[in-house]
């Protein structure tokens, strides 16, 4: 006997994005800790960790969004078009997110901007594999 198809992930990716809002939240309270504690740089590093957190977190959702625009057998060239497109705008957000930040935002810390980049990456990469 067959296996019915399991259906889709929509719900736990909802969880898992609220989660990460959470992780976003306990970064940015860290990095304004850690700056207030220890670094005394008027908030700079503070700031540049959670745009660049903030940065991940909004491409992220993003790509997710595009991900289940739709779902079912029926709509699977849908799908597979919108996983294109949703990498297309994860990867245009990302770059020119990075752009206007280095344009616009001064003081800023390119270390702890990227460091809170990568912590969500990764953060995000975590929760994929816990999908599974």
């Known amino acids: 006997m067959t296996k019915p198809a399991k259906r ?7 969880i898992y994005i609220k989660r ?7 970064l940015i309270i ?9 670094l ?17 977190f909004t491409t ?12 079912g057998y029926r709509a699977r060239q849908h799908i597979v078009t919108q996983l294109y497109r949703g990498q297309m705008a994860k990867w245009l957000l990302t770059v020119f997110g990075f752009a206007l930040i280095f344009i616009t ?7 702890a901007l990227f ?3 990568m912590v969500m990456q990764i953060s995000h990469s975590w929760m994929l594999w816990h999908i599974r």
């Open 8 to 14: 889709t992930q929509k719900d736990k990716i909802g």
């Open 20 to 26: 990460q809002a959470w992780i976003l939240f306990v």
């Open 30 to 38: 860290a990095a304004w800790v850690i700056d207030t504690m220890w």
């Open 40 to 56: 005394g740089s008027q908030l700079t590093v503070a700031k540049s960790a959670a745009i660049g957190a903030l940065l991940s």
């Open 60 to 71: 992220q959702v993003v790509f997710a969004f595009f991900i289940f625009w739709h779902t």
């Open 105 to 111: 935002v001064q003081p800023l810390s390119a270390p």
């Open 115 to 117: 460091i809170g980049f």
